[in-house]
């Protein structure tokens, strides 16, 4: 959004960049929750910035977000009135009239749990859906969310632009959590939310290792869907496993700001609290079996560790067994290789069954790291570095790759 040049007795150019930013999907998932249009929500919004730009009302002051919020509800009532067409599709705008009238709860207390809830409805394929849910429950530009997905801008707008149309015309709405069937699309809205957190893991052509504000946003939202859904396992594994990567997000980088991995992380630097919480959903999650309870029982293991060298190898061995036999995802599968790799049956086994694996496209450069890496333990350093060095050409994240370059020149000396 460009704003204007112009300073708001204090509220300055750079706020409004900042709020939009940040408060952004905030503020599209209430206008959606109350005009039950995705297309007019933006265009209202829109239109409220641009008067913010230029408007002295110190209101303005106080909360920017809430000021924007409450001057697009206003110009979607004047859009409907206006509009015979918009009249006949929401026509409880007109009868209501007013800015700060709720249509309906928001599940989890979370207007964005709502717009994500939308957004996975089961007309629309999967990677449209994530491409939805970046958009406007993460906020990426619609030019960040097409690198992520792989393809070029121009296809990315006209793929959301026709989703938007499609949930319209269908008369999808935004539902209270009393009234909306949270069985029809949880599944499909826990995978969404762990697929944001993971892209703002490590973020795709990108010189930072990853999105703090994705990160942010995933666990809120699945905070905010286990409140909606309190009695539900998985759920509950998705939140645990969400904290306890989280609690160990500080150890990633080293003091100098350079990826580190696991091995070499400092973990005097994890977050004891988050890992405590989440070790306490991971205990309720297991039970349920379920793919991301599981998982979380994985990364409950890493954190449980005093350091590498006491890494309970065997357990999570199995959970990996046990995960692959019920969810054999590509990523799970080389994942199970690397763990045991450093278990049984060992490195060497490891590395036969990671040569065997079929070609996983995008998911290729996780293949040749995990050779590299298990090359270099096995003293083959030649084949590490030519490993290492294909890694880096694959990797579009600045940081990963400045990372393999070091294992290279490690591997040199």
Excluded at 24 to 38: C, M, N
Excluded at 47 to 58: G, H, I, K, V
Excluded at 108 to 114: I, K, T, V
Aim: glycine fraction near 8%; charge should be negative; include cysteine.
């Amino acid at each position: 959004m460009a704003v204007t040049s112009r300073q708001n007795r204090g509220v300055t150019d750079l706020d409004l960049e900042q709020v939009f930013r940040g408060q952004w999907p905030r503020i599209l998932a209430s206008l959606v929750r109350y005009t039950g249009s995705i297309e007019l929500a933006e265009d209202c919004i829109q239109l409220a910035f641009e008067r913010a730009a230029t408007n002295p009302d110190r209101g303005l002051l106080l909360n920017p977000a809430a000021w924007i919020t409450t001057v697009a509800k206003r110009i979607a009532i004047d859009a409907v009135r206006r509009d015979a067409t918009l009249r006949g599709k929401l026509p409880w705008l007109v009868e209501t009239a007013s800015p700060h009238v709720s249509a309906t709860d928001a599940p989890g207390n979370d207007d964005r749990l709502g717009l994500l809830f939308v957004a996975c409805t089961p007309a629309l394929p999967p990677e449209t859906r994530l491409a939805l849910a970046l958009r406007f429950v993460g906020g990426l530009p619609t030019r960040e969310v097409a690198a992520v997905m792989l393809v070029n801008h121009a296809a990315m707008n006209a793929r959301i632009t026709r989703a938007k149309k499609q949930i319209e015309g269908e008369g999808i709405r935004f539902e209270s959590s009393d009234e909306f069937e949270l069985s029809d699309r949880i599944a499909d809205v826990r995978i969404t939310i762990h697929a944001i957190y993971t892209v703002g893991h490590t973020a795709s052509d990108s010189p930072e290792l990853g999105s703090a504000l994705l990160r942010a946003t995933a666990i809120e939202l699945a905070r905010a869907l286990r409140a909606a859904a309190p009695d539900d396992l998985e759920t509950a594994g998705l939140l645990a496993l969400l904290l306890l990567t989280h609690a160990r997000d500080n150890g990633r980088l080293d003091e100098n700001g350079r990826v580190v991995t696991l091995e070499r992380a400092d973990r005097t630097r994890w977050d004891g609290d988050l890992i405590l919480e989440g070790l306490d959903l991971a205990t309720i999650a297991l039970p349920g079996g379920g793919q991301f309870a599981l998982e979380a029982g994985i990364s409950g293991l890493h954190c449980q560790a005093a350091n590498w060298e006491s890494t309970d190898w065997a357990s999570i061995c199995r959970l990996y067994d046990r995960l692959v036999e019920r969810w054999p995802s590509p990523s799970a599968q080389i994942a199970r290789i690397v763990a045991h790799s450093f278990g049984e049956p060992g490195p060497l086994v490891a590395l036969a069954e990671l040569d065997s694996l079929p070609d996983f496209g995008v998911l290729g450069r996780q293949v040749v790291a995990a050779r590299a890496d298990i090359l270099r333990r096995i003293g083959r350093t030649q084949e590490a570095r030519a490993a290492y060095g294909l890694a880096r050409a694959m990797e579009r994240n600045a940081q990963v790759s400045d990372y393999y370059g070091r294992r290279i020149d490690e591997l040199a000396d």
